[in-house]
């Protein structure tokens, strides 16, 4: 096995709750070997991590083997041994950082929503369209879920036939207790709740099997818990902390549905919510087709199940596959790569990360094995372009029906 001539000095901004998922990611990348990854993984360096809190960043420096803790995305940025950045802070500080690290020559994957608002993007997109040179991606994780692209390959393979409804939840309940601690993603305006929490990435796996949606309906976003204590000190992620007497308002919506029709014809409903009673991580679809059925509950990530197209009449029913080696991501891609062994969300991580030095290692644009890029952060604004769409959808069309 060959080595490439330069390794890939690795740096985390934010060491919450995503960003420990990146750092454990980078850490195993270069592990992944053979099947879909060819055989000369990247070489990296795990160089930095930084967060505002240095706790976070010194306690996350030690746990993950980075060999540096920052408390500022500017120490990151200044760094000569720092080649690619993940970018894991809060959405209203990504395009900051982002296009700091650019201008500064730094490959950069960035977790979704790309940014709080179209705007933003938008600049962030020009950014990265002035350095070509630079690998500038946005991390849809669900992307690398073997089991859906599994689903999605008996889409796209024709297996299934033509997609006709896509129905998709994202069902969490971080936000259930209305004593959890307010933070950053209480804050904005309707649409940056769970819609830009969790809906990003449904929407995504929306278009991820339909294709792009072309018009969307009947939004209807509900916020249930309208004001939350703040928390006494740092927080990770939704987690539950010591709050104190001082209430702030929130923002944006506690859960949302919304329909969309996609350009290629097929319908979606869709349901998200962070109020939604014993469901930490609900995350779940079908996808009903001219030919047949296939779906997915990320509470059994390692089978997907599908009916229809090979077994017709009465044995016709829903059946469970256990996603293997014969999968997209898994031979290679897990020290264990058999089919039953299971794997979880955290492994979504390191197969993006992986794919993101490779690209960065071949060139903007250029996978190295089997791997699809991450997609890049013109596709994390369409993202949020639909966003908006279906927050704007929320204000119009509403029909009332009078009392009897
Ligand atoms: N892809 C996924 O599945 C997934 C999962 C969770 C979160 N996310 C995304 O990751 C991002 C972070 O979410 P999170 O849940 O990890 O948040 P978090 O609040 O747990 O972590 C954010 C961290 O950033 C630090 N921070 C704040 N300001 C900073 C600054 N100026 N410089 C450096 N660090 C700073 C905070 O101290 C905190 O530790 C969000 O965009 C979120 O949408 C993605």
């Known amino acids: 096995m060959s080595t490439p001539a330069r390794s890939i000095g690795v740096a985390v901004i934010g060491a919450g709750m995503a960003g420990r998922a990146h750092l454990a990611g980078y850490r195993a990348a270069s592990t992944l070997t053979g099947g879909a990854y060819g055989e000369t993984p990247p070489a990296v360096r795990l160089v930095a991590v930084a967060d505002a809190h240095e706790p976070f960043a010194t306690a996350a420096a030690a746990r993950y083997g980075y060999q540096r803790a920052e408390t500022s995305w500017q120490a990151v940025a200044q760094a000569g041994d720092v080649d690619a950045v993940s970018v894991a802070v809060a959405n209203p500080l990504h395009r900051e950082v982002v296009e700091g690290l650019l201008a500064a020559g730094k490959h950069v994957l960035c977790e979704k929503p790309l940014a709080p608002s179209v705007a933003d993007a938008e600049a962030m997109v020009a950014a990265a369209a002035a350095r070509p040179d630079l690998v500038a991606a946005v991390g849809l994780t669900f992307r690398r879920s073997p089991a859906i692209c599994a689903v999605r390959e008996q889409v796209t393979g024709g297996r299934l036939g033509a997609v006709r409804h896509f129905n ?57 818990t309208t004001s939350r204590p703040r928390p006494l000190g740092a927080v990770v992620g939704h987690a539950a902390a010591a709050v104190g007497e001082r209430f702030e308002d929130v923002g944006n919506e506690d859960l949302a549905t ?101 690209e960065v290692a071949g060139g903007p644009g250029t996978p190295i094995g089997a791997l699809p890029v991450v997609p890049p952060l013109s596709h994390g604004l369409h993202n949020l372009r639909v966003l908006d769409a279906i927050t704007r959808a929320a204000g119009t069309g509403v029909e009332t029906v009078p009392l009897d």
């Open 168 to 224: 998709g939840r994202y069902w969490c309940d971080y936000a259930v207790d209305p004593a959890a601690p307010m933070s950053w993603r209480y804050e904005g305006g309707p649409g940056s709740g769970a819609l830009a929490d969790v809906g990003s990435h449904l929407v995504d796996l929306g278009e991820f099997f339909c294709g792009p949606v072309g018009s969307v309906r009947g939004t209807v976003f509900s916020t249930v």
């Open 258 to 358: 919304f329909t969309a029709t996609f350009a290629g014809g097929a319908t979606g409903t869709f349901s998200v919510s962070r109020v939604a009673h014993g469901l930490p991580n609900g995350l779940g679809f079908e996808v009903f087709c001219e030919n047949g059925a296939a779906a997915f509950d990320l509470d059994r990530t390692g089978e997907f199940t599908t009916t229809g197209a090979t077994a017709p009449g009465a044995a016709d029913t829903y059946r469970r596959v256990l996603v293997g080696p014969e999968h997209p991501y898994v031979a290679g891609g897990l020290p264990m790569d058999f089919p039953g062994v299971g794997h979880g969300q955290n492994d979504f991580f390191t197969f993006q990360c992986r794919a993101f030095l490779d």
